[in-house]
């Protein structure tokens, strides 16, 4: 007689525990991703190594990636994101749908040349006004409290 593939044969004593159920959540980058995990987890990161402009890298589905330095805003289905390019000296404002959204990376920077790629806090703002900035100063992203 031939078992069933997915039996499983448990030790004397040992009860099988009941799997708990699968949920989907959605996608990990949300709404509240980007109002309440993001910006405490920039300041939390640096904090930790130190660095005054973080570089936040955020890669899409189709394998690009943006710089962001700052949320102009959310909605349920997207987020408003204000980038740079490194090839680029002006800023651009981009949509993008959460479920696009495949991983986002916080970076310090230490290059002066790739500053402008830097995600802006209420702590580099004093930095940017001695340094003059190119003479332009980009809002800094919003902290929910």
Partial sequence: MTQPSRLIYLP???AAVPAAPVTNNG???DR???ENVLPPAIAAFCSQV???VPVVELTTIDGVRHYVNGISGVADQWVALQTSSPDHEHPTQ???PYQTIFRVEIHPEHD???H???FLTDAT???QAQAGQRGRARPAAQKSD
């Fill in 94 to 96: 981009v949509f993008i």
């Fill in 27 to 29: 996608a990990p980058f």
């Fill in 12 to 14: 004397p004593g040992v």
């Fill in 50 to 52: 130190n660095c005054e």
């Fill in 116 to 118: 402008r790629l830097g």
């Fill in 125 to 127: 703002r004093p930095a």
């Fill in 112 to 114: 002066v040349r790739r």
């Fill in 32 to 34: 509240n991703f980007f």
